[in-house]
């Protein structure tokens, strides 16, 4: 069984994106052969600074390894380093109409919001499709939203099926782990980069806590009590914390004497506590270029190797003659 997921190599990464997609994605690894890539095209997408870009991906690479992703169980990989997902994603914009494409979340936010989507951002669900469909993904990770574009690669696969023939591409379930969907950033909408209201997950500790102690409260002062599902500082505690911390928190938010600062502080030296070993090992990923090289190489080697099984049978079943050059290197 196989889980598949990427993330885009643009900013800085997140609580949010820890929470809802790194932290659930690695934890896969014990029962699923992983697929985890840097989503290098998809960036392309919202014009990165090329030298963003290209720093990008080798940090994406060292947040899971430094996460704990282990690169002998699964393939750690950039998307553009696999072709084969762009001629998967050609063969896909056949089965689907154009009126299917005009759903995906990432055009309908640009029209909406008066801008006009490049082509590329217009085709994004197909190469994620394409990412996905490839390496014959049974779960997919992501954060809630994510969600409709693996519904999307769910069509997808289905309607290649039933042109094709039933086993042609395994169908992909979504994967969103139990309460972590939906990560609430300092203002208390969503944490996005696109809302500039992020908890930085491996950056120094005095930026980290600068930002916990900028999450949006109510006025509720120290004596009074206060309801704890209400308050942000607690809905992310809770994803960090212990059972024991969890509850006790929530009881002292209850009570009196106990005020919004205090529950930031212990925000602060829960995720600290998470991210000390981490933020170390990240360091010194970062500094050691060639050894994440190393990992990306090995990773796009595994990935093509998948890859190559799956176009074969595809170019196979909709008629296109085997490759007759290049093979599977
Ligand atoms: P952003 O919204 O900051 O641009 P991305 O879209 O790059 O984040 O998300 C990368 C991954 O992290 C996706 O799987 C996404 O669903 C997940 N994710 C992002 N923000 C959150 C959040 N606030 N809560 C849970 N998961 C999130
Ligand atoms: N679109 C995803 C995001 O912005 C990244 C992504 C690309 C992805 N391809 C994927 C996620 C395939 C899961 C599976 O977060």
């Known amino acids: 069984m196989r889980a598949v997921t990427g993330i885009q190599p643009s900013g800085q990464v997140h609580v949010g994106n820890w929470l ?12 699923y052969e992983t697929f985890t890539f840097v989503a290098d095209w998809h960036a392309l997408t919202s014009h990165p600074d090329p030298d963003v870009l290209r720093r990008g991906s080798r940090e994406i690479a060292a947040i899971f390894l430094a996460f704990g992703l282990d690169p ?12 084969e997902v762009s001629e998967l994603a050609w063969v896909l914009g056949t089965v689907v109409p154009t009126g299917f494409m005009d759903r995906g979340h990432a055009v309908k936010a640009a029209r909406d919001g008066g801008r006009d989507p490049n082509a590329a951002t217009w085709w994004y669900p197909l190469l994620m499709a394409a990412d996905i469909l490839l390496y014959g993904a049974n779960v997919v990770p992501v954060g809630q939203d994510q969600k409709q574009h693996v519904e999307m690669a769910r069509d997808m696969a289905i309607k290649m ?23 609430p950033g300092t203002d208390g909408r969503k944490m996005s980069k696109s809302y500039h209201n992020t908890v ?13 102690l900028s999450i949006k409260t109510d006025s509720t002062g120290v004596d009074e009590p206060k309801d704890p599902d209400a308050c942000f500082v607690y809905q992310i505690y809770r994803l960090v914390a212990r059972p ?7 009881r002292r938010l209850r009570g009196t004497g106990y005020g919004y ?23 010194a990923l970062l500094a050691d270029p060639a050894t994440l090289d190393d990992v990306l190489s090995a990773g796009a080697t595994r ?11 595809v170019r196979e079943r909709v008629g296109l003659h085997p490759r007759r050059s290049g093979g599977r290197g």
Do not use: W
């Open 303 to 313: 990935a093509r190797a998948a890859a190559a099984v799956t176009m074969e049978r």
């Open 244 to 250: 024991d911390e969890v509850e006790e928190m929530a």
């Open 200 to 212: 930085p997950v491996l950056d120094a500790p005095a930026r980290v806590r600068k930002a916990v």
């Open 72 to 83: 002998a169980r699964g393939a750690l990989f950039c998307q553009s380093d696999v072709p």
């Open 20 to 31: 809802g997609m790194i932290r659930p994605a690695i934890a896969l690894q014990d029962r």
């Open 161 to 183: 099926n039933v042109r094709f023939g039933d086993d042609l591409l395994v169908v992909p379930e979504v994967s969103i782990r139990e309460g972590v969907g939906l990560v």
């Open 261 to 283: 600062g205090h529950a930031k502080l212990a925000l602060v030296d829960a995720l600290e506590r998470d991210v000390a070993a981490p933020r170390e090992r990240y360091e």
